[in-house]
């Protein structure tokens, strides 16, 4: 699964860090907490370019094909 970087490109997932499903907006607090997966086509998630620029990354991909269908900075990170 290649992750294009805003920073650095493209590079391969293995130098970013998975950190948490992020809930979309208006879930509960329990789904935020437990929710793995918000949708079976879409997941939004955040990441983070560790053994790269460091930058936090909002990531939007298929859970079922990893394929990655949009790379946006968190907001206010590097503005
Ligand atoms: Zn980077």
New binding site residues.
Partial sequence: MLID????GP?ESYEFQFLRVLAPSGADAFNEVYGRVNRLDVSMEHWQ?RH????WLIIERNPSTAQVLSVTLLRGDRS
């Fill in positions: 970087c805003p920073f650095c590079r370019h790269g620029c460091q930058a």
